[in-house]
């Protein structure tokens, strides 16, 4: 779809992957999908559009239907998490 936002998440090896946004597939709703990609394939350069990745490095999908309520939650404790980090705040499990 012309209007989804893709996302790769590339910061921990063993929990990487990508996101993907696209509002209105359902009407009033932001779908939200996720593929988690096996540790042993390299992210770097890759692009889930054209992607070069077998069937076999999709280790997991998700896909779930959020309302606007929903979406704004999100945002806000996204946005919370960022600041409590950037502030040093923020809870390390060593």
């Not at 696209?22 to 709703?29: D, K, M, S």
């Amino acid at each position: 779809m012309e209007n989804s936002i893709k996302i790769k998440c590339n910061a921990i090896s063993y929990r990487k992957g990508f996101i993907e946004v696209i509002p209105e597939i359902h009407q009033g709703c932001i779908n939200i999908e996720t593929w988690e990609i096996h540790s042993e394939f390299d992210l770097d350069g890759i692009d889930l559009v054209d992607s070069q990745l077998p069937d076999s490095a999709f280790v997991a999908n998700t896909e779930i239907e959020m309302g606007i309520p929903e979406a704004k939650q999100l945002v806000t404790v996204l946005l919370k998490a960022i600041e409590q980090i950037e502030a040093g705040d923020a809870f390390i499990n060593v």
